[in-house]
């Protein structure tokens, strides 16, 4: 008897604990959501297709030509401050160039006549924006 009894109290809770943890790995390894190591798919550096470019449209240069100074007192001044041109007699939103015939022409970098009512010509983006928009790529003023 005193053997049973030495196999109840000493022996049998270190198995049973034992037992335990084993059951609680084998559950933590069953349920962690991870594949084998050698399930995992290997990443491959190169690209399995080619890449689907798009041809740039060609787009032609604009002509240079020569500058020329605003002359009278039309030219439009802007909600922010600044001041188009006056090109020949006419208010003028951008500069003035001189054409092929060598007549003065209003123009926004390409865009001859100039930029339209509320807008403003910008040296920084080449091209024409709101009147109100901020020089320079500066924020609203608060």
């Known amino acids: 008897m005193i053997g049973l009894r030495v ?4 022996l049998l809770p270190k198995a049973l ?3 335990l943890l084993l059951a609680a ?4 390894l069953s349920c962690s959501g991870r594949k084998p190591a050698g399930e995992e798919k290997k990443a491959s550096p190169v690209a399995q ?16 030509r020569a500058r020329v100074p605003s002359q009278g007192d ?6 922010n401050g600044g001041k188009g041109t006056c090109i020949n007699n006419q208010p003028c939103r951008g500069f003035g160039v001189r054409a092929e015939n060598g007549s003065a022409v209003c123009t926004c970098f390409g865009r001859d006549g100039g930029c339209q009512e509320g807008q403003r010509c910008d040296p920084m983006r080449l091209a024409c924006v709101p ?12």
């Open 74 to 79: 039309c030219a439009p001044r802007y909600a």
């Open 49 to 64: 297709s080619s890449p689907h470019l798009q041809p740039v449209p060609a787009v032609p240069p604009a002509p240079v």
């Open 131 to 142: 009147e109100k928009e901020p020089p320079f790529g500066r924020g609203n003023a608060d």
């Open 7 to 10: 196999l109840f109290t000493r």
């Open 17 to 19: 604990a034992i037992a």
């Open 25 to 28: 790995l084998a559950t933590l």
